[in-house]
């Protein structure tokens, strides 16, 4: 059974400084999703990540992905208040019933 | 290209009474899934059609909840009777024989609130 495991739970940051968020998930996998969450609002996708080695960035984001490690990591650079939310990674299990399985998610704070 | 529409966006019942929640995936997506999101976790997974037929329904609490999907399109979850411990966010999301390139987009989901 494909688990997916995200770490901090909880991360409390100043505006301007870095941080990064581990995604571990326990099954082969080439595809995984970051999302973002406002409260009481639905899921934003931010990155796709289909190969090993796949990096993206948008903004102050950059997600990527080593298959081999079954490791993501979204990295968050000078971070600002607008980027407080909860942020998912969620892993495509595969095979020919395609489903994501979802990790515990970020809570993430940017205090000025 | 309209989205996931859900309805309602929110219910409120007391314990032991029944509710039911709709969803209108994309037009043309074949593969829809609910998801039960409870308050400080991640989305769990309850049910998945394609099409109009049951691919994965293995996390779904068969004594209560029921799930349809007729002609491949709308879908309907239902709880009956409904516990506390059933208060949460349902997701809806859908996805098309493409989902590797298009991935899969969510719904703004339905808050349940029991009491």
């Known amino acids: 059974e494909l688990k997916v495991e995200q770490n901090p739970l909880f991360l409390s940051m100043q505006e301007g400084k870095n941080y990064t968020i581990y995604c571990n998930y326990s099954t082969t996998s080439d595809r995984l999703y970051w999302y973002r969450q406002d409260p009481g609002k639905s899921l934003e996708s931010l990155f796709v990540l289909l190969s090993n080695g796949a990096v993206k960035q948008e903004g102050r984001l950059m997600a990527s992905l080593d298959t081999k490690a079954r490791l993501s990591t979204l990295h968050i650079t000078a971070a600002v208040h607008d980027l407080s939310a909860t942020y998912f990674c969620a892993v495509d299990n595969g095979g020919a019933t395609n489903k994501l399985i979802f990790g515990t998610g970020t809570l993430l704070a940017v205090q000025p | 290209e309209a989205g996931v529409a859900q309805s309602p966006r929110y219910k409120i019942i007391e314990k032991r009474q029944s509710v039911a929640f709709w969803c209108n995936p994309i037009?043309?997506?074949?593969?829809l899934y609910w998801y039960q999101q409870i308050l400080g976790q991640g989305p769990k997974l309850l049910i998945q059609?394609?099409?109009?037929?049951?691919?994965?329904d293995s996390q779904l609490p068969k004594d209560r909840f029921s799930a349809e999907r007729l002609k491949g399109v709308d879908s309907t979850l239902k709880i009956q009777p409904a516990k506390l411990e059933d208060s949460a966010v349902y997701l809806c999301a859908s996805s098309s024989d493409r989902v590797f390139r298009d991935g899969y987009t969510f719904g703004s989901g339905t808050r349940l609130t029991v009491v």
């Open positions: 059609f394609q099409n109009n037929g049951v691919v994965d």
């Open positions: 037009s043309g997506h074949a593969t």
